[in-house]
């Protein structure tokens, strides 16, 4: 481009992505024009008036490139994560190839393409009276032309086939008042803009993007039993474990969405062996029943998914923590109940969701059982449950050696689900928005618990804690052995499990 812009006739001082982008290139463009003009038919600039010349504007699409070399070094460091929602080059080069070599598009000459197809630009980009005085413009920044008319023209008309057109006249235009700090203002803006992508970027790719459950394990003729199936998470699981084939038991509270739930399993899966059974986590009697009429109606039991949970406070009818019983205590009774069918059924596994929100979690025996009240209290209760979570499959897959009963403590990522539905309006609504900007939806919560559910050859990592597919390791208080025998036992002292 240099080259072209030194025979201007005068030293030019303007801005370098105007000269690069489009002053040089229509230099280059009006120096070469005639070649084109003897060796037509051929594609580059607006179609001139009788002449088989044909020009398309492309836009590549969002591509990886080098055409941000030039910022500051500390802006590609942040803004870097950015480069994984554009296409490759081949992939950014394939209007242009188009556009060079497909036969039959010369009717629409100065068209604007987008992936190999016509789109339609912005208003401004089809004002061909601004595309007139922008040609002039140009024409005389270059000294093709001269403010008083003298010098060769052209004037832009329209060419056959609905092309653009263009022949010599006179006539000049003054050039535009130029606003450096517009410009300024906006290349901030635009950095700004794209710091916060790439900053969005980074944190999906971190926390929200979910590894997918890969595997196409077969549970024909096994059980399957998910508390709290009827949504969210529970519902997800459900759903890929009935298309495997496994006769699916979802243990809900509320019976009519339940049944909801087991239609649209039914019909999703195509298997309708899905089946309801009422089970209120928050009231322990509920617990023992549904034990009785399960152990009594269904002579299998190979996957058991503790998986209901509550972000609530309030106290139970059993006079303990809201959060901690249904979250903790009651599973914690479920799966004793059911842990002999469990062994007469092995190999088999049990999965309990907990959370990464354990990280704020402790484990004060004096009162981690006791009601709260306040929301603030209640998220406290609810991240002591979690951590009780992980070091009930700790303790539960110790007690369970050699007995091909396997267990497994998962945390599904951030999801938008209902569990936030309980708090106050104030609370909500912020929870809800970042909830949608920044958590996965269910089928992708759900992937792990589906990975601990069906992947072959994880048995010798019972007890261990999986995030993403994968076996992490949790806060430290979490790793704890002698902390996990104890609330085993404090547990079962709360549920007369022992004296």
């Known amino acids: 481009m240099e080259f072209f812009l030194n025979k201007i006739p005068f030293a030019p001082c303007f801005d370098e992505a105007f000269q690069v982008n489009h002053l040089a290139h229509f230099l280059l463009t009006h120096l070469l024009l005639d070649r084109m003009k003897r060796c037509a038919p051929s594609q580059l600039a607006n179609r001139l008036e009788g002449i ?26 942040l803004v870097w994560t950015v480069k994984l929602f554009l296409r490759d080059s081949d992939a950014g080069a394939q209007a242009t190839l188009y556009c060079a070599t497909e036969e039959g598009i010369e009717r629409v000459s100065g068209q604007y393409f987008v992936d190999c197809q016509p789109k339609v630009p912005w208003p401004q980009a089809h004002n061909d009276q601004l595309a007139m005085k922008l040609w002039e413009f140009s024409e005389m920044l270059l000294g093709l032309t001269t403010p008083d008319g003298k010098g060769q023209r052209w004037t832009f008309r329209g060419g056959q086939g609905g ?28 950095a700004g803009a794209a710091l916060l992508l790439g900053l969005y970027a980074l944190l999906y790719y971190t926390v929200v993007a979910a590894t997918r459950c890969r595997n196409a394990v077969s549970l024909r003729g096994k059980t399957v039993l998910i508390t709290g199936g009827n949504t969210g998470i529970g519902k997800a699981t459900a ?9 699916v038991i979802l243990a809900c509270r509320n019976k009519a ?45 190979d996957i058991l998914i503790n998986n209901a949970g509550v972000f609530e406070a309030g106290q139970t009818g059993d006079g303990f923590d809201l959060a901690f019983q249904v979250n903790h205590l009651g599973h914690f009774l479920l799966t004793h109940l059911l842990l002999d069918r469990l062994k007469r059924c092995a190999p088999s596994r049990v999965i309990i969701l907990a959370s990464n929100m354990h990280f704020f979690g402790k484990i004060d025996f004096r009162k981690i059982h006791k009601p709260v009240e306040e929301i603030w209290q209640a998220t406290k209760s609810y991240c002591n449950s979690k951590l009780a979570n992980i070091l009930h499959a700790r303790e539960l897959a110790n007690r369970l050696e050699g007995t091909n009963v396997t267990c497994y403590a998962v945390h599904p990522g951030p999801v938008r689900t209902e569990i936030g539905r309980s708090f ?29 559910s069906t992947e072959e050859g994880i048995e010798r990592l019972s007890g261990r804690y999986f995030v993403d597919c994968r076996v992490s390791e949790p806060w430290l208080p979490a790793c704890d052995d002698q902390l996990a025998k104890k609330l085993w036992e404090f547990s079962e002292r709360l549920l007369g499990l022992t004296t």
């Open 52 to 77: 088989d010349v044909t020009c398309y504007a492309v836009h590549p699409g969002v591509v990886k490139t080098e055409i941000s070399w030039s910022y500051p070094r500390w802006l590609p460091e």
């Open 424 to 452: 106050p309006w104030w609370v909500y609504w912020p929870f809800w928005f970042m909830s949608f900007m920044f958590n996965r939806d269910c089928d992708a919560g759900a992937q792990t618990s589906i990975y601990c």
């Open 239 to 247: 759903v890929d474990l009935a298309r495997r084939g496994a006769r």
């Open 163 to 190: 092309g653009r057109g263009f022949s010599s006249r006179g006539g000049a235009l003054r050039p535009e008042e130029k606003h450096p700090r517009a410009m300024e203002a906006a290349g901030t803006l635009a």
């Open 257 to 301: 969405r339940g049944e909801l739930a087991v239609y649209d399993i039914r019909r999703e899966s195509g298997n309708s062996e899905v089946i309801l059974m009422i089970l209120d986590l928050a009231n322990l009697n509920s617990v023992r029943t549904f034990a009785q009429i399960f152990l009594k109606s269904e002579p299998r039991l």
